[in-house]
């Protein structure tokens, strides 16, 4: 049996006097009735939310034919999802990841003479906690909704959803630890998640019985359709990865942790004052993610070539290939959610929006970076409106090839010659949409000239959290708009019109959306000065004050 050393046995022993201590601290200083108060407000808000706007969605219940090819082929597009999972968590062990200790215990704790997997075991276990609580929630909603297209009852949709959801973030943080424990090979373990993710998807999308590597946990998710005991290799695969991954914990880099501590505190800084910019720019860092040196193609220079596309074109040359291949992932599962909305499933609208939201931060690269240094901005002879204008020039530009490529995924999922006038009428302005939302989202980061977000600090806490969630939830909110002209081009197929007619009238209107949010970017400033000038001279008139 093996012995514990009198040094080691005290270690751990100040090591658990020491959390169990913060803990009290922590707990001491805790508003009980606040925090009750604050998870009732969570659990009605969201909660209630999220079965309001369900009952608000009448989706149509599958016949027996779509029913067969659910039971068929679902297994294969729901392990899609596990694949990713696996995907994400080998990277993010091989960046590092996933645990984010506090950094008085990377330098404290595991630089004493205790052993590291006595300090590091709990965090991962809260990890684990978390990850999973989140991925079944997640799960019980994504359930919840296909219940109302499926036959079977509420609950049991809503708990085999929330079982795949739990695997799924468990899969990603055992990964990880597992990823990171053992020091895989950066290539190798790339190299190898990649294999399995494609072969999933090779069985997802063709019409084969040959299955996939993950189909047991697909399979398991669509229980209430049919039940399979083989389907719980899927429970003990995650089990097993995540018990290694515990077991492997005292082997992890004390640089990475150190390095994703400082990371992520800023992060979560970051996340409380809403600022996504810098969100997406930690992220980066934490995945070590680094533009080129060099563009992947050189642009010969010309006094005839404005500096400013000029510039946008070669930091978009810059991206490296996985933010590349990212951004295609995201335009792909932005068109099959497409598809699946044409289908019947509505939610998938909210899907595709955020999915383009997201594409959409990524390709406005130029503006942000503008956005990011206000003080060379300002001293460039050129109103930021119009800067900022020209900023959108190059990103519009780069929109047609993904558009292109979204096009072709749902050509490939909906097989007919009108599917590519419909991808292509409804398509390319869902993708400006996304684009959009993320232009409103990196504009309104920009300095105000006007001081009024100082001023929002003197209004009223209601009026002050009222304003705050309007900014934060605007643009993802315009992102999903613009993935809306799907459902008309639906019920134009159904009530027997002209489907290119519907797609026509409703892209339209997104067109016109597009127009409204390029003049905001162009006068934004104008608009605010005149505003400020209008409410300063309607409260010298209220006060009988002489105008100036």
């Avoid at 959803?161 to 990823?179: P, R």
Wanted: glycine share 8%.
């Amino acid at each position: 049996m093996k012995t514990v050393s009198p040094v080691n046995s005290l270690g751990l022993d100040a090591v658990a006097a020491l959390r169990t201590t913060r803990r009290k601290h922590r707990v001491e200083e805790m508003e009980w009735f606040e925090a009750l108060y604050r998870v009732y407000l969570a659990a009605i808000v969201i909660g209630g939310t999220i079965l309001f706007l369900s009952g608000l969605i009448k989706d149509t219940q599958l016949t027996p034919a779509e029913l067969t090819v659910v039971s068929q082929r679902g297994p294969h597009v729901l392990g899609v999802v596990i694949a990713v999972a696996l995907f994400i968590g080998i990277r993010s062990g091989n960046n590092g990841g996933p645990l984010a200790v506090e950094e008085a215990e990377v330098r404290h704790l595991l630089l004493a003479p205790v052993p590291h997997s006595s300090v590091l075991r709990r965090p991962a276990i809260q990890r684990l906690r978390s990850t999973a609580f989140s991925g079944a929630g997640a799960g019980a909603i994504a359930g919840q909704l296909a219940s109302r297209r499926l036959p079977g009852s509420f609950a049991s949709w809503a708990f085999y959803g929330a079982v795949f959801g739990l695997c799924a973030g468990l899969i990603v943080v055992g990964g990880a630890l597992l990823s990171h424990g053992l020091r895989f090979n950066k290539l190798a373990s790339s190299f190898v998640v990649t294999a399995l993710l494609a072969w999933q998807i090779a069985v997802a999308v063709q019409h084969t019985t040959f299955p996939g590597p993950f189909d047991a946990f697909g399979s398991m998710a669509l229980w209430p359709l049919h039940q399979e005991a083989i389907d719980l290799i899927a429970v003990f695969a995650t089990i097993v990865i995540c018990a290694s991954g515990i077991f492997t914990v005292g082997n992890l880099s004390l640089e990475a942790l150190s390095r994703r501590s400082s990371l992520v505190s800023q992060l979560r800084f970051a996340v409380t004052l809403q600022d996504l910019r810098t969100v997406v720019l930690l992220r980066r860092q934490l995945s070590q993610e680094q533009m080129r040196k060099s563009p992947w193609v050189t642009l010969k220079r010309s006094a005839k070539t404005s500096p400013i596309p000029r510039r946008g074109i070669q930091s978009l040359l810059k991206f490296p290939a996985r933010r590349v291949v990212r951004m295609q992932l995201l335009i792909a599962v932005a068109a099959m959610c497409q598809v699946w909305a044409y289908r019947g499933t509505t939610p998938a609208v909210v899907a595709s929006g955020l999915c383009l939201f997201v594409f959409g931060l990524e390709i406005i690269e130029p503006l942000s970076q503008e956005v990011d240094k206000p003080d060379r901005t300002d001293a460039i002879p050129i109103d930021r409106g119009e800067l900022m204008l020209r900023h959108l020039i190059v990103p519009t530009l780069f929109l047609l090839p993904f558009g292109a490529l979204g096009i072709l995924v749902a050509y490939l999922f909906e097989p007919e010659p009108i599917t590519l006038a419909i991808a292509l009428i409804v398509g390319l302005p869902a993708v400006g949409a996304g684009t959009a939302g993320a232009i409103i989202n990196a504009v309104k980061g920009a300095p105000d000239p006007l001081g009024q977000t100082n001023e929002r600090m003197f209004m009223p806490p209601e009026v002050a959290g009222m304003t705050t969630m309007t900014r934060a939830v605007w643009p993802p909110i315009v992102a999903i708009l613009g993935s809306l002209p799907i459902l008309a081009v639906r019920e134009g197929v159904e009530n027997g019109d002209n489907a290119v007619g519907a797609a026509l009238r409703t892209a339209i209107g997104v067109v016109l959306l597009l127009g409204f949010v390029g003049a905001w970017v162009r006068h934004r400033d104008a608009a605010r000065t005149w505003w400020k000038s209008f409410v300063d001279g309607g409260k010298q008139s209220a006060f009988g004050q002489p105008k100036k």
